[in-house]
């Protein structure tokens, strides 16, 4: 007992100079959760560590990375030109302001920032071509050449430089050289989903619709993220009357942006030619939240409702086109019949003789589609409502050479495993066939009612809002409190126990690992403890790798927390799954499958351990097999598996 209590009190030492914030631990916090993509969380742990030491140059820059990372482009800006100020010579955040820039179209600032950059580092083949790119953004064709020609000429082997060149030969429409840029890149680089791009639009324009569709899949599987790649195969499908493919495309665009208004408009008009009212009907209330004056639209989703014999509605939509339309004879037959269906005879008929003193076909095609025309946005003649739209102006997407991603790029499907199991707060929201995660230990814990949150297990969890971040640091202080207060061993250990799991949600990982150390030292077999120190070893080891630190030490940690804990719990499937991922972590495929396949034995349905020993047997070279695990995950009801597949096929 005495040993025990010297552990305490030198664990709970720190509680007595808790003022004396350690700032560079609170950036080290902040940049875990930025790789951990716990962006809200980040934020918050650099403002910490902005108001303790504000003339640290990296809280503000990596700061800006995180709002940047939440598309807050404006304020990350700010926080970049701030880091400037505090430290005007490192590069990478005049790259950073740079791309905050772009996003915000300021493209003749971000040409300062990338001139800035390439100062200070001349070999950022990245700087050069961004550069390049915001010259095409600003129509600067000559100054784009010539940058192209640079980076063509010192870096021969970047074929992305080919493909953006044969763009603004299109651009100055001249088809020879574009064609011949374009098959110089994909002779190079037959990988660069840029060439294909720009290959298929010449396609289309030439109206190859086969050629243009063959060249799209080719871009889309080399870069799943970009939205006028599915927006242009959509229309290349319906010249070739796969109207199914086109609908998938345009599902595709709307994951990546939900707002599109391109995709819900033309997906709408696809859904009235299959008769799916009713979700034809939604995607032209999308439209009208981003444009509620767009005509073609409010006349589209009028008729919509008349199908649906949602009159009153209907009449709504028919009553505002005509207020900018009077004399709009389909529009005023329409909106009788709806009176007529509510009784309204009189403004029936009103709407009647007002239709027969104007010229026009009385033939109405009730919520009638024209695939095979195309209408410019800005083009709201009425007549062509029911007609497919594109931009004024066609609209490349470019993505900008860089180590940060922004949402679209975020937003990707990676093949990369499902997380570890751990404990935590928060619940597994995406639990495929929910169970009691856990089993008995996590209950007996539950059953002591320490603390006041309840203990669960957890996979792949979502980052915080501000609200779950400020609560979850309160309670983690609440539990200090509660910690420094005790004065019995067992409570305290217990409210550790919490408090690494709190510590853990708010990516504190060393605090976390000190305090499941100090319950190890104190109960050698408190097996939630050799859980949760694993996990947390195992995440501060990819943190560790990806910047550059050697992080095998770690990662032998975790096996041996891992194997404790498997011999103290040798039921629990997730334990199985936890250190099958630690062998992956290690490239150990071989010992990754045979432990996925222990948890799999032990629970048939857990689909995150087929899905991750389907990556790891197409890693480890067994595709086919790799394949039906990640079939099985996705009949589980791990969906995202069946994306890996499509792009594995």
């Given amino acids: 007992m ?58 503000w820059f990596y700061r800006g990375m995180a709002r940047f990372y939440l598309n807050d482009f404006e304020s990350a800006e700010s926080d970049c030109t701030e880091a400037i100020r505090l430290n ?27 001139d800035m950059a390439i100062k200070y ?152 030619k299959s008769g799916d009212f009713n979700r034809a009907a939604e995607d032209f209330d999308y439209v009208l939240r981003s444009e509620p004056d767009h005509l073609p ?7 919509i409702l008349n199908q649906l014999r949602l009159y009153k509605a209907a009449v709504v939509d028919y009553s505002k086109v005509l207020n900018r339309i009077p004399d709009f004879k389909e529009c005023l037959l329409l909106r009788a019949s709806c009176y007529l269906h509510l009784g309204l005879k009189r403004q029936a008929t009103k709407d009647e003789l007002h239709a027969s003193r104007i010229k026009g076909n009385d033939n109405l095609d009730i919520v009638g589609v024209d695939l095979s025309n195309i209408r410019k946005k800005s083009d709201n003649d009425i007549s062509k409502y029911g007609m497919l739209v594109v931009s004024d102006e066609q609209i490349i997407e470019h993505e900008y050479e860089s180590g940060y991603k922004g949402k679209s790029q975020n937003l990707q499907m990676q093949e990369k495993p499902m997380p570890m199991f751990h404990l935590s707060f928060l619940p597994y929201e995406n639990v495929p066939t929910l169970e009691q995660l856990g089993g008995k230990f996590v209950e007996e814990f539950n059953s002591k009612q320490i603390g006041t949150r309840k203990v669960m297990l957890t996979c ?20 200090s409190v509660s910690i420094y207060n005790s004065h019995k061993v067992e409570e305290s250990v217990n409210l550790l126990l919490l408090r690494a799991i709190g510590r853990t949600i708010i990516q504190d990982l060393e605090s976390a690992v000190a305090d499941l150390t100090t319950c190890l030292n104190i109960d050698s077999s408190a097996v939630l403890a050799y859980w949760q120190r694993a996990v947390c070893l195992a995440m501060q080891s990819q943190f560790n790798s990806s910047q550059g630190i050697d992080a095998g030490y770690k990662t032998m940690q975790a096996l041996r927390d891992m194997d404790s804990a498997i011999e103290l719990m040798p039921e629990v499937s ?32 857990l689909a995150e351990a087929y899905y991750n020993r389907g990556l790891t047997r197409i890693l480890n070279g067994d595709r086919n097999l790799g394949i039906a695990d990640l079939q099985k995950a996705g009949d589980l009801g791990l969906y995202s598996a069946y994306g890996v597949i499509s792009r594995r096929k």
Wanted: charged share 25%.
């Fill in 2 to 59: 005495t040993r025990k209590l010297i552990i305490l009190f030198f664990a709970l030492l720190p509680l007595t100079i808790s003022a004396q914030f350690n700032v560079d631990h609170l950036i080290v916090n902040g940049r875990s959760a930025l790789y951990f993509e716990d962006y809200v969380l980040s934020v918050q742990y650099f403002n910490r560590a902005i108001t303790y030491k504000p003339f640290l140059y990296e809280s």
């Fill in 88 to 114: 005007p010579y490192i590069a990478d955040i005049y790259e950073l302001r740079g791309l905050c820039r772009i996003r915000q179209d300021k493209f003749s600032e971000a040409i300062y920032d990338y």
């Fill in 121 to 272: 580092n001349p070999d950022g083949k990245n700087y050069w071509f961004n550069r390049a790119l915001c010259h095409v953004s600003l129509k600067n064709y000559k100054q784009a050449h010539e940058e192209l020609d640079s980076i063509i000429r010192r870096w021969s082997g970047f074929t992305r430089a080919y493909a953006i060149q044969a763009e603004v030969y299109m651009l100055e429409r001249d088809t020879a050289k574009a064609i011949a840029c374009l098959d110089n890149s994909i002779d190079k680089d037959p990988y660069n989903a840029d060439s294909w791009t720009t290959k298929a639009q010449i396609s289309m324009a030439r109206q190859q619709w086969g050629d243009a569709e063959r060249q799209l899949s080719k871009a889309v599987h080399l870069s799943p993220g970009m939205v006028n790649v599915y927006l242009n195969r959509a229309l290349v499908r319906i010249k070739l009357n796969n109207l199914r493919g086109a609908i998938s495309d345009y599902d595709a665009a709307i994951d990546l942006d939900r707002n599109n208004f391109f995709a819900h408009y033309n997906r709408g008009l696809l859904r009235i």
């Fill in 297 to 303: 639209a409010i006349y589209n989703r009028a008729r």
């Fill in 460 to 479: 792949n969890p979502h980052p915080l809002t501000a609200q779950e971040t400020k609560s979850m640091l309160d309670y983690v202080d609440s539990l």
């Fill in 574 to 605: 997730y334990l199985y799954y936890d250190r099958a991922n630690i062998y992956y972590i290690r490239n150990d495929f071989r010992s990754a499958i045979e432990d996925y396949s222990r948890a799999i034995r032990l629970n048939p349905n």
